[in-house]
């Protein structure tokens, strides 16, 4: 059964980035046709769309986001990872990574991480 | 891109129906066929309920059921049950090759 998990600082300051590790067991992240993405939960805040990656290393992102978002696949891991450039407190949030019901979809998520809560504060 | 309109808030009483509605534009719900649903209760991951307008995820129930018109998609829930309080979320694919949030619904079952 597929399990993803989210790590990383539960702290980040001002103007650092914020690195995230989502770890996958019981599936591989090159798994023919199938994207993984990342969503934040600002506290008592609605869900927000960071971007998707392909097995294939294509990647999607928000627009509001774009300029300082990256994420990526590490397949010696069977990770996926993001990295948020120059944080602001309006980054805090708890952050989830997760993975669609079937291949070749990337809007919809059915397994999901437990999510892990960073904040960005000095 | 807009964060697709839902209600803050939608109420009922134990067995009766309540429809949350998610209303986007031409670009993303009016456009495509791929919205999905999720119920999250406080503390908790998402849960899928819906993708795609229609198809149910294995394990959900059927007293969930999803529709769309136009811009605007809906999730009706039939015999409301205590456990079906949560925050409901939609989500649409977009013409930009991106995914759109819904702002969140909170139901209370009276």
């Known amino acids: 059964q597929l399990q993803l998990q989210e790590s990383g600082p539960g702290l980040v300051k001002p103007s650092e980035t914020l690195s995230l590790t989502c770890s996958v067991s019981g599936g591989s992240v090159s798994s023919s046709n199938f994207y993984w993405g990342w969503i934040r939960q600002p506290p008592g805040k609605g869900l927000e769309w960071i971007g998707s990656?392909?097995?294939?290393?294509?990647?999607y992102y928000n627009p509001s986001l774009k300029s300082r978002v990256t994420v990526s696949l590490d397949t010696s891991k069977n990770s996926v990872s993001l990295k948020l450039n120059s944080v602001i407190v309006a980054d805090t949030a708890v952050y989830y990574c997760a993975r669609p019901p079937r291949p070749s979809i990337f809007d919809a998520f059915d397994i999901w991480g437990q999510g892990t809560m960073v904040t960005v504060s000095s | 891109q807009s964060a697709l309109t839902q209600p803050a808030s939608v109420s009922g009483s134990p067995g009766q129906s309540i429809t949350i509605s998610c209303t986007g534009t031409?670009?993303?719900?009016?456009?495509?066929?791929?919205v999905s649903w999720y119920q999250q209760h406080p503390g908790k991951a998402p849960k899928l309920l819906f993708y795609d307008v229609y198809n149910r995820p294995s394990g959900v129930s059927d007293r969930f059921s999803g529709s769309k018109s136009g811009n605007t998609a809906s999730l009706t829930i039939s015999g409301l049950q205590a456990e079906d309080g949560a925050d409901y979320y939609c989500?649409?694919?977009?013409?930009?090759?991106?995914?759109?949030f819904g702002g969140g619904t909170k139901v209370t079952v009276l």
């Open positions: 990656i392909f097995y294939s290393g294509t990647t």
């Open positions: 989500s649409s694919y977009t013409s930009s090759y991106t995914l759109v």
């Open positions: 031409s670009s993303d719900v009016g456009g495509y066929n791929y």
